[in-house]
Each structure stands twice: as C-alpha cells, then as structure tokens.
C-alpha cells in the first residue's frame, strides 16, 4: 500500500533549518535548480544532498562524493528533479560507482529511468516489490501526472547483503535492514568514519511524516534506537534538509501525538486537522492526505 506516498501540491518557498552545512542555489544552463542542494563537508566524504520542492513532498537524494567516486542514494520521483540531479552530479566531473534505492516508494526510484548505464542496488525485498508493482503504480500515476514520471519500470540489478559491510573508495558503507517503519522494509546506511547515518525515510526533517503503514510505535521504537547512536551527528533524511540527532526525539514526538490523535479522531480530515494545527512549521502536508487514503480507506 505504501507505493501511494507522492502527489503533486502547490509549490511554496522551501525552508532551511539552521545547522553547520552550506546551502546552495545552483544554476544550470542560466537557470537556477528548483530544488535546493546541502552541502556536508566531512573528513573523508563530501555530500551532496538535493532536496526536492514541496511540490514532490521535499524528497532527498543523496550524492555521497568520495575521493574519486559518487555514490549516490535514492533517484527522486518527478523526471524535473531527476533531471536536476543527473546534471548537478554531472558537474561534479566524477563517475557514480553505483545508485542505491532505500526502499520501494515510487518516489524514490522512478527517477532511475536517468541513471540507466549505472549499477543499482537494493535489499531484495525492494527490488522483488519494484520489479512485482512497479508497472502497476506507473499507470495509476500517469492520469494524473503524464510525462512527470517514468514510462516504465526500473529495477535494481544489484541486491545489498544487510547487516554487511562495504569499503567503496576507501569509505566503510554499513548496511542495516529496517522492519515496520515508514515502510514495510527500508535500508539504512552509517559511514562510521564521516559519523553520517543515511536513514532516508526512517526520518523526516520538519515535513509531516508518511503514517500510512500504520506502524506509529515501531517506527517509534526504531527511532530511539537510532536516537542512542551517539557517534552519528549527522542524519541524511529522506524527506527535508540534513539534520542533527535531534531529528528522533522530534520524529518520537510527532508519531507520539498521531497515536493520540488518531485514538480521538473519526477522520482523515480531523486527523490532518489536528496535525498541521499541532505543527504549523512543518511542511509537506499532502503527505497526511496519502497517508489517509490507506488509515481511513474508501468502500
């Protein structure tokens, strides 16, 4: 059910939180990006992270920048931001060793009909849903987004061995296999050198969460975990700009308030009502719109 989580919403200025990174507006070719790229410098990595507008619901990809390669996390969802990053990776004048996909959102893997001569790796939960659904929630998007996204399918070729351990260009890549969060199964990735934990969709930066899974006290409880991991001080989320630990207690709070909430209420409406009420600051309502569609579902 979790392939629904994407819509097109009116696009507002996309705010940035304050941390130790370095925002940018890049143009291309005269124009300047839609989205907005964060740039983290650490000792033996650089990362790129682009941020999508709020009119793809702010989602991530991140271009790990090593000596003399790209890794390259998730694809985007709309060909215009795909694009985007496509032409911003090609700027940075280095091969991509390889393009990871975190989990099976469409909106993190229809971009990779851009990345077509590039090795894609998965957990071969996300590429047996991709390679089992994709085509089906390609069609059901085309009504209403034509040529925003992909025509076909793209599935990962490579299948990631999690828990394991992988040295990409001198970098140590640690892969862990995440149940019953925001997604049915999800990959988070830690670079214990450069102290990063790529937790992509297991963590969401001042956007409304994705609830639709339903799974509010496990996603809980996987936060704290990653809460306690004190060597990590910087979290790469999937939806919003990088951000520092903090980012879990503020995740445990929020899916704190939707389990209370969602005791009370009758309705989606009432739901997001009283969500955006409780967190005026946060962005990406529509996600409350897709989650609802599976929490309160149509006869």
């Known amino acids: 059910m979790h392939f629904k989580k994407l819509a097109v919403v009116t696009a507002v200025l996309l705010a940035s939180r304050s941390l130790n990174h370095a925002c940018h507006a890049i143009t291309q070719g005269g124009k300047t990006m839609k989205g907005t790229i964060v740039i983290t410098n650490k000792e033996?990595?650089?990362?790129?992270?682009?941020i999508s507008p709020e009119d793809s619901t702010l989602v991530s990809t991140q271009i790990i920048e090593t000596?003399?390669?790209l890794v390259v996390v998730d694809a985007q969802f709309l060909r215009p931001y795909a694009r985007e990053v496509k032409a911003y990776i090609a700027g940075l004048n280095k091969p991509i060793n390889r393009i990871i996909i975190s989990h099976s959102h469409p909106d993190h893997w229809f971009g990779l009909e851009f990345f077509q001569d590039v090795p894609v790796y998965s957990l071969p939960e996300t590429k047996e849903e991709i390679e089992k659904l994709g085509d089906v929630?390609?069609?059901?998007?085309?009504?209403v987004l034509g040529d925003l996204v992909t025509d076909k399918k793209y599935v990962p070729t490579k299948i990631i061995a999690a828990p394991g351990k992988e040295a990409i260009d001198g970098v140590i890549f640690e892969f862990e296999r995440i149940k019953s969060?925001?997604?049915?199964?999800?990959l988070l990735i830690?670079?214990?050198q450069a102290q990063v934990l790529v937790a992509q969709d297991l963590a969401f930066n001042r956007v409304h969460l994705f609830i639709g899974q339903k799974e509010f006290k496990s996603w809980m409880q996987i936060a704290q975990s990653m809460e306690a991991l004190k060597d990590y001080s910087i979290i790469l989320a999937g939806h919003g700009e990088p951000a520092d630990s903090k980012i879990f207690h503020e995740n445990i709070q929020y899916l704190n308030d939707v389990m209370e909430i969602f005791l009370k209420v009758k309705t989606g409406a009432e739901l997001k009502h009283a969500l955006v009420k409780k967190y005026p600051a946060y962005r990406g309502a529509v996600l409350l719109d897709i989650s609802n569609s599976f929490l309160y579902p149509q006869p």
């Open 44 to 50: 033996n990595v650089k990362i790129h992270s682009y």
């Open 67 to 69: 000596k003399h390669e």
């Open 137 to 143: 929630i390609i069609q059901s998007k085309k009504p």
């Open 181 to 186: 969060a925001e997604a049915v199964i999800q």
């Open 190 to 192: 830690k670079l214990p």
